[in-house]
């Protein structure tokens, strides 16, 4: 019969080369991993990335003529969220002359405050300084692919009790609270606006949502803000930086509402200078 002294060394040896194993097992592991996804490139193209989102639209040479696929490629909590697919492409040619109570036409704010669906777009690259708050009406597209367009020191948008709105590729940063305004949320109505909390994207009992591939730093709040109720939202590609509250889901936990809030949260990078309300 064995002795314990000859079974415990067995055990030992067997745990040492079991833990020696592991390392080369995930190496293994990460090659074949590697083979398959360059065999899977070899078959689809290089323009194949693993990322569904981006392998969605950006394989199509003629994206800039194809602007409204982007709707379609969308996933998670948030891929019903149609923005202005059916609808006209709005031009935004005028970045300076904001007017929260009487928008001009060509302005960012005039296209989304409109009743009828609008997939908005820029002619050149914009540094917009909002006056108050971005008010949001419901099936509108925010697509600033193809130029650089800042949303930045003034109160940002917000997405207030409307539905099926997409913004991507936007950067979003050093953002400040609004003060008490009237101001117009569609063509023929005027509301007193209280105070904003100077957050980045605020999303408030709203549902169909798609924040895609925005950059947002430095605001006065938090950079994206689900609350009252808000779900069927998905937040992906985005990169977020130099922020101490950086997301919010749900402001209270005895909000009844909030706990059916469903969110997808997918391929953000959470970069340098982030303290607090990052996803775990």
Same mark, same amino acid.
């Given at each position: 019969m064995p002795s314990f002294s000859f079974l415990y060394l067995l055990m030992l040896m067997h745990s040492t080369f079991a833990t020696s194993m592991r390392p080369l097992m995930q190496i293994s592991r990460a090659i074949e991993w590697s083979s398959e996804r360059r065999h899977l490139e070899s078959e689809t193209g290089s323009c194949r990335t693993g990322n569904l989102i981006d392998d969605c639209w950006r394989c199509d040479s003629e994206w800039e003529t194809n602007?409204?696929?982007? %709707? /379609?490629?969308?996933?998670?909590?948030? !891929?019903?969220?149609?923005?202005? !697919?059916?609808?006209?492409? &709005?031009?935004?040619?005028?970045?300076?002359?904001?007017?929260?109570?009487? *928008? +001009?036409?060509?302005?960012? !704010? &005039? %296209? %989304?405050?409109?009743?009828?669906?609008?997939?908005?777009?820029? /002619?050149? /690259?914009?540094?917009?300084?909002?006056?108050?708050?971005?008010?949001?009406? =419901?099936?509108?597209?925010?697509?600033? !692919?193809?130029?650089? +367009?800042?949303?930045?020191?003034? *109160?940002?948008? %917000? @997405?207030?009790?409307?539905?099926? @709105?997409? #913004?991507?590729?936007? &950067?979003?940063? /050093?953002?400040? *609270?609004?003060? #008490?305004?009237?101001?117009?949320?569609? *063509?023929?109505? =005027?509301?007193?606006r209280g105070y904003s909390d100077g957050d980045g994207i605020s999303i408030y009992g709203s549902r169909d949502v798609w924040i895609d591939h925005c950059t947002l730093a430095s605001c006065h709040d938090g950079l994206i803000d689900v609350v009252y109720g808000s779900t069927s939202i998905t937040i992906s590609n985005n990169y977020m930086f130099h922020h101490n509250e950086v997301m919010l889901m749900g402001n209270n936990d005895d909000f009844l509402a909030d706990k059916n809030m469903q969110v997808t949260i997918a391929f953000n990078f959470f970069g340098e200078g982030l303290v607090q309300r990052m996803p775990r």
């Open positions: 602007r409204k696929m982007l %709707a /379609d490629c969308a996933f998670g909590f948030g !891929r019903n969220a149609v923005g202005g !697919r059916d609808g006209k492409l &709005y031009v935004v040619t005028d970045s300076d002359n904001d007017d929260p109570l009487d *928008p +001009i036409p060509g302005t960012l !704010r &005039y %296209a %989304a405050i409109q009743e009828e669906p609008l997939w908005i777009i820029f /002619d050149h /690259d914009m540094i917009i300084n909002l006056k108050e708050e971005l008010v949001m009406n =419901s099936y509108k597209t925010i697509d600033g !692919r193809g130029f650089n +367009i800042q949303i930045s020191k003034g *109160p940002c948008i %917000a @997405i207030y009790n409307v539905s099926n @709105i997409i #913004i991507h590729n936007i &950067y979003i940063h /050093d953002c400040v *609270p609004g003060g #008490i305004e009237v101001m117009k949320n569609s *063509p023929q109505h =005027s509301t007193l």
